[in-house]
């Protein structure tokens, strides 16, 4: 049977496919991350952007396709993670206005929707690097142009369309060196080759089942409250938890069918018991789902808006001078937090590797601040886009300095100065990120071949400005060997920052063991608390 038409319901059908089968398969695109380093998150960042616009999608109250098709374009961009989340985005945001007033969609549709959302991408990217997301995407929609005259059949035009998202991705490497080195396509592009081969096994009435994922863990709704600042930011207002005593069927069935139905939720157990954790607002639709599973106890419900209404009732309000200017910043441990607090940071977002703060997170950190001007340091390459769409999205003054690394958002406040205007302060602080060269001492991930170093899985690896330079067994050789290579004859100044599994003792040794390679340099030490990497290194 012909399917020449795709209505809301069944687009709204396609767009849910499309998010299950890329959450079923983010740690694939995780693993493509080019560099073999703990923070591969293509796939998380583009998962997390997508259900943030499926959310959106299941609170409408209309679901024409161009009411749906403006929550997921307003949802994926408050959601937006990371290069790729953005990115993919503004795809979203280009597919609204190219669905525009439609009531159903054909291919001709479908074409002019594809050309839209890569139009709008490119257009959104300073410097659009080919070989990437935005390729496959193009290719794509460029083949939708000039051949859907020759379809009927809706089906067989995305197969088609399909056809060729898979044949650029696989050609992805040809046109990015750094992916052939790593023998990899990129990731961006099959995260979107997911989402295609999601929405089309819907259209087909194919059900695409949620696999397991890891949650977050059960925290209690007295520390939940704190994340929120307004009680306009809790969705989802009931807080509930139960257990499903010897339960008919499996924990990840369950969490299955409650998967779209709130946030936070943690679905845990065994054969004896099912634990879940849910913030929703129809506790008893819940409820009713679980009982069908086997006997319910220890049901607790919370009204989280309630709570915070008490909670905040009586606290006193605060009346704060409008300073001239205010500051973000974004890093990973208690350390790295403790200094950029020292340096007079307004608020401290908490992320990075493998933790992309979302722009709706870097928007509401700036709403915090108090100041005419605010400045945003994403301390991170994957962050920027994000940051710069926060800006964009936001009422207030904001500058995004472009930091790549936290030593280059340290240089950055440190030229700072309260009497220069704005547009001198975001200059020189912007020249400074430039003068401060960023080394990495981490571990791989998997094996791989970078500049005909071959690495092993677990292997000690050293970055100098985000390329491979040395790796071994120890990651103080590796530091050692690190510093030989990034102090030259103007180097004045290297600060270490060790992580969160580093005794003092070991990082002193290592203090010591480049003071005698650098002889004139000074070397300093300071506690950054940070996972994942054993040292972030500074060189001035």
Not at 144 to 164: G, N, R
Not at 322 to 328: A, D, N, S
Not at 502 to 528: F, H
């Amino acid at each position: 049977m012909i399917i020449k038409y795709i209505d809301n319901i069944t687009f709204k059908k396609m767009l849910l496919g499309a998010a299950v089968n890329l959450e079923n398969n983010k740690n694939i695109v995780d693993s493509l991350n080019v560099f073999p380093v703990p923070d591969g998150d293509t796939g998380t960042n583009m998962n997390l952007t997508v259900q943030a616009a499926i959310k959106e999608i299941n609170i409408l109250k209309e679901s024409s396709i161009g009411k749906i098709a403006e929550a997921v374009a307003n949802g994926s961009l408050m959601g937006a993670r990371g290069n790729s989340g953005v990115i993919l985005s503004q795809l979203f945001r280009g597919l609204y206005k190219g669905l525009g007033n439609a009531s159903r969609i054909d291919t001709q549709i479908i074409a002019e929707a594809f050309k839209s959302a890569t139009d709008t991408a490119y257009k959104a990217v300073m410097k659009p690097v080919e070989g990437t997301i935005l390729t496959v995407a193009r290719e794509t929609s460029e083949r939708a142009m000039t051949t859907y005259t020759e379809y009927e059949d809706v089906v067989l035009f995305l197969e088609d369309l399909i056809k060729q998202a898979k044949d650029t991705l696989s050609r992805t490497p040809e046109m990015l060196k750094v992916l052939k080195q790593a023998d990899v396509v990129d990731a961006g592009g099959k995260g979107l080759v997911y989402l295609l081969e999601g929405a089309l096994a819907s259209l087909k009435g194919v059900e695409i089942k949620q696999e397991k994922t890891d949650r977050v863990e059960i925290v209690e709704t007295e520390q939940e409250l704190k994340s929120f600042t307004s009680e306009d930011e809790i969705l989802f207002a009931y807080c509930t938890e139960f257990i499903i005593k010897n339960p008919k069927k499996s924990h990840e069935e369950f969490l299955s069918i409650i998967h779209d139905k709130g946030d936070s939720i943690v679905c845990v157990g065994d054969e004896n018991i099912i634990k879940v954790h849910i913030h929703t607002n129809n506790p008893g639709q819940i409820l009713n789902m679980a009982v069908k599973y086997g006997e319910l106890i220890k049901i607790k419900i919370d009204n989280m808006k309630e709570q915070f209404r008490e909670k905040y009732k009586n606290a006193p309000a605060k009346i704060e001078e409008k300073k001239e200017y205010g500051f973000v910043s974004i890093g990973m441990g208690e350390g790295i937090e403790k200094v950029f607090s020292d340096l007079n940071v307004d608020v401290f977002i908490s992320g990075g590797q493998t933790m992309n703060p979302s722009t709706e997170d870097i928007l509401a950190a700036s709403n915090k601040v108090n100041a005419e001007n605010i400045i945003i340091l994403p301390n991170n390459s994957n962050i920027i886009l994000a940051a710069t769409q926060a800006k964009e999205m936001s009422d207030k003054n904001i500058h995004v300095i472009p930091s790549k690394s936290i030593p280059q958002g340290i240089a950055a406040m440190l030229a700072f100065k309260e009497d220069n205007n704005v547009l001198e302060n975001v200059n020189s602080m912007s020249a400074a990120v430039t003068e401060v060269k960023t080394g990495q001492i981490t571990y791989a991930v998997r094996d791989t071949i970078f500049n005909d170093m071959e690495i092993k899985k677990d292997e000690i690896i050293a970055l100098y400005d985000g390329e491979i330079v040395t790796h071994g067994k120890n990651a103080e050789d590796q530091a050692v060997e690190l510093v030989k290579s990034m102090v030259d004859t103007d180097s004045f100044l290297i600060t270490l920052f060790y992580g969160e599994n580093i005794d003092k003792n070991t990082v002193k040794n290592l203090k010591s063991r480049i003071e005698e390679e650098a002889e004139e340099c000074d070397v300093e030490i300071i506690y950054g608390g940070q996972p994942l990497y054993y040292y972030i290194i500074s060189v001035e």
